[in-house]
Antibody, heavy 121, light 108 residues
């Protein structure tokens, strides 16, 4: 069965960096687009970024463009999110999610359980 | 960026009855609309994609309808496990793929 396990969350000071990982199993990782979505405490879902199956295409929400970078290592079945210049408003649970297509331009069919990032001042 | 608006913010319904949740897009998204269910402390779960296609293992009491800018998630014969927060998301064209703000379905 599809399994996505996020890691790398924690408490980080404002202005610093953090890298999240998402380990995938139960499907052929290299054949699917992958997304990052976050949820601030008590708030709704915010789509952040997507990368195509081969890493050739990536897209970002305006709120993180220029600060966050999505990348993947298909040899390790792992998706990453490099987060720089973190702000208080980046405090959230971060989810990785599998796209139903290789392009990453389709719906999200499986989600991980999330990892909590807390940005302190 | 396409803005997704869900209504109502909270819906109170009795078990066994039917609930209708609305999602409106600021511009047409065709049928590129998904619905997710999220329970407290859990990750979202895909219910519906392509506006009306049930995802794997989703009970038939969940149904989606609509196209263009107006969409509805209908849950018939509400069960106790259906009380949760529901989100719609559009995935039309190029990203960003925006979510609605959510509808909380609570027991009346």
């Amino acid at each position: 069965q599809v399994q996505l396990v996020e890691s790398g969350g924690g408490v980080v000071q404002s202005g610093r960096s953090l890298r999240l990982s998402c380990a995938a199993s139960g499907f052929t990782f290299s054949q699917y687009g992958m997304h990052w979505v976050r949820q601030a405490p008590g708030r709704g879902l915010e789509w952040l970024s997507v990368m195509s199956y081969d890493g050739d295409n990536e897209f970002y929400a305006d709120s993180v463009k220029g600060r966050f970078t999505i990348f993947r290592d298909n040899s390790k079945n792992t998706l990453y999110l490099q987060m720089n210049s973190l702000r208080g408003e980046d405090t959230a649970v971060y989810y990785c999610a599998k796209d139903a297509d290789n392009s990453g331009l389709y719906y999200l069919d499986y989600w991980g359980q999330g990892t909590l990032v807390t940005v302190s001042s | 960026e396409i803005l997704m608006t869900q209504s109502p913010a909270t819906l109170s319904v009795s078990p066994g009855e039917r609930a209708a949740l609305s999602c409106r897009a600021s511009q047409t998204v065709g049928s590129k609309l998904a619905w997710f269910q999220q329970k407290p402390g859990q990750a979202p779960r895909l219910l519906i994609y392509e506006a009306s296609t049930r995802a794997t293992a989703i009970p038939v009491r969940f149904s989606g309808s609509g196209s263009g800018t107006e969409f509805t998630l209908t849950i018939s014969n509400l069960q106790s496990e259906d009380f949760a927060v529901y989100y719609c998301q559009q995935y039309d064209g190029w990203p960003p793929y925006t979510f609605g703000q959510g509808t909380k379905l609570e027991i009346k």
